[in-house]
Every structure is written in structure tokens, then in C-alpha cells.
């Protein structure tokens, strides 16, 4: 059973989108907080109605995003 629902999170256009890794969701913000309030709405309605349990989770699991940076902002040529 899982206790955390991980998304991806990328900056693009000035639009922060989240892909979930272990979780059908995708949604956006145009800031980074927008995105953060999107994100726990969208898993709220995910699990609306649903036992956390029957869709592989653990009764009260946590959100971990993570966020890409760009090279260009590092300094890598690649």
C-alpha cells in the first residue's frame, strides 16, 4: 500500500504543470501556489466517494512534488 502520491511538476510558457507519477493527474497553475491548491484539489477529487485502500493507498498519504530545473539555469551546456 502506498502512503505517498508523487507528481512531477515543470515550468513551461510561465505554466506550472503536475503530472502525477502514481496517480491519473494532471493539472496546472500559473504560479507555484496556484499549482499547490490544484493539486490537493485534484487528489481530493480523486479520492471522493473511493476507499483509499481500493485504489492501493494507505488511509491519509502524502504529496510529494518534484521539480525540475531547467540546465540553463545551472549553467550546463547540455
Request: negative net charge; proline residues 5%; charged residues 20%.
Amino acid at each position: 500500500m502506498k502512503n505517498i502520491i508523487q507528481f512531477f511538476v515543470s515550468n513551461e510558457d510561465n505554466t506550472y504543470t503536475a503530472e502525477g507519477v502514481n496517480i491519473p493527474i494532471v493539472t496546472e497553475g500559473k504560479t507555484f501556489e496556484e499549482l499547490m491548491t490544484n493539486i490537493i484539489d485534484a487528489v481530493k477529487l480523486f479520492f471522493k466517494g473511493e476507499d483509499s485502500a481500493s485504489l492501493g493507498f494507505g488511509p491519509m498519504p502524502s504529496i510529494l512534488t518534484s521539480f525540475e530545473l531547467p540546465a540553463n539555469l545551472y549553467g550546463s551546456k547540455a
